[in-house]
Nanobody, 124 residues
């Protein structure tokens, strides 16, 4: 089992920045892909970004490209999501997932472990 805990959410004004963290523990593997997803009440969870096991490859949803940056520290077993130029449509619960695979994926069904999420609210 892998435990996943997100942190760093909060309330920010339009145009502001936030940095999310995703700490993992338990039976982690340095070959895991880590990803960020978000969900608004009443809607399906949507892909935000993923990062490969070694950080060499990343991918982003079009809606966040150029504004969000995903990174990871394998010594700390932690992934990060730096969010800039936030807009009200970025308001959601942000979830971190761990996928037991070498190649990145934007499908949430490929992620075996999830955290409980952290709320991000962007006021207009």
């Amino acid at each position: 089992q892998v435990q996943v805990v997100e942190s760093g959410g909060g309330l920010v004004q339009t145009g502001g920045s936030l940095s999310l963290s995703c700490a993992t523990s338990g039976r982690t593997s340095r070959t895991d892909v880590m990803g960020w997803f978000r969900q608004v009440s009443g809607k399906e969870r949507e892909f935000v970004a993923w990062i490969s096991y070694n950080g060499a490859s990343t991918a982003y949803a079009d809606s966040v490209k150029g504004r969000f940056t995903i990174s990871r520290d394998n010594v700390k077993n932690t992934a990060y999501l730096q969010m800039a130029n936030l807009a009200p449509e970025d308001t959601a619960i942000y979830y971190c997932g761990v996928a037991r695979r070498l190649y990145g994926t934007s499908r949430d069904s490929d992620y075996a472990y999830w955290g409980r999420g952290t709320q991000v609210t962007v006021s207009s």
